[in-house]
């Protein structure tokens, strides 16, 4: 089993809509878990950055995790065209090199 | 605003070569990271270094090396380039080991003929 499974997408929505993203990881041991954005052609930027469990907010962008079913979330609200990108998320016991998913590819449609 | 440089955007070369790839930072971070990404396998961890001198496998270190003379220079060498190494590498540094956030350069899209 991998240690982080990511949706490979690609996810196409219009205009403001709700997207939600997601991942699961398999170690229990990891407790920094973060969204990274990529545009094409582009590295990949730190989006939101959360510790251990709950929710944290941050414009129109709401991470989520949820330790007990190791379940991490990046719901983004009210989506634009210029939130298509590919997102990765990435996760950490802390003393470790991250590890990231594969990413999901979305694109909002105008 | 963390600064990661890489030398190069594209690069062509041929099988065989050997090929450096650079990357400097700015920000004083002890740091630094090699990683490729290719279509359907996402970033892997190639090599990774914790301080100046130091260097550590990641993943996918196989005819990769690396070396670490300076705190802000973390150079990816392909001791003799193949096609299956034609990728996007991605450097990336951070101030801690893995706990704080890295942050990437813009990347070298490398091609192997």
């Known amino acids: 089993q991998k240690e982080v499974e990511q949706d490979p997408g690609p996810l196409s929505v219009p205009e403001g809509a709700i997207v939600s993203l997601n991942c699961t990881y398999s170690?229990?041991?990891?407790?920094?878990f973060m969204w990274y954005r990529q545009y094409s052609r582009k590295g990949p930027e730190l989006l939101m950055y959360?510790?251990?469990?709950g929710n944290k907010e941050d414009g129109r962008f709401t991470a989520q995790v949820d330790k007990s079913s190791k379940y991490i979330s990046l719901f983004i609200r009210d989506s634009q065209p210029s939130d298509s990108a590919t997102y990765l998320c990435?996760?950490?016991?802390?003393?470790?090199?991250?590890?990231f998913g594969k990413g999901t590819r979305l694109s909002v449609i105008a | 605003d963390v600064k990661v440089t890489q030398s190069s955007r594209y690069l062509v070369k041929r099988t065989g070569e050997k090929v450096f790839l650079e990357c400097v930072q700015d920000?004083?971070?002890?740091?630094m990271f090699w990683y490729r990404q290719d279509p359907g396998l996402g970033l892997r961890l190639i090599y990774f270094?914790?301080?100046?001198?130091?260097?550590e496998k990641g993943d996918i270190p196989e005819g990769y090396s690396v070396s670490r003379e300076k705190k802000e220079r973390f150079s990816l060498i392909l001791e003799s380039a193949s096609t299956n190494q034609t990728s996007m590498y991605l450097c990336?540094?951070?101030?801690?080991?893995?706990?704080?956030?890295?942050?990437f350069g813009p990347g070298t899209r490398l091609l192997v003929l």
């Open positions: 990336a540094s951070s101030f801690d080991g893995g706990r704080e956030t890295q942050y």
């Open positions: 170690n229990s041991a990891f407790q920094y």
């Open positions: 959360t510790y251990s469990s």
């Open positions: 990435a996760v950490n016991s802390g003393n470790t090199p991250l590890v």
């Open positions: 920000m004083d971070h002890e740091n």
């Open positions: 270094s914790y301080d100046v001198k130091m260097k």
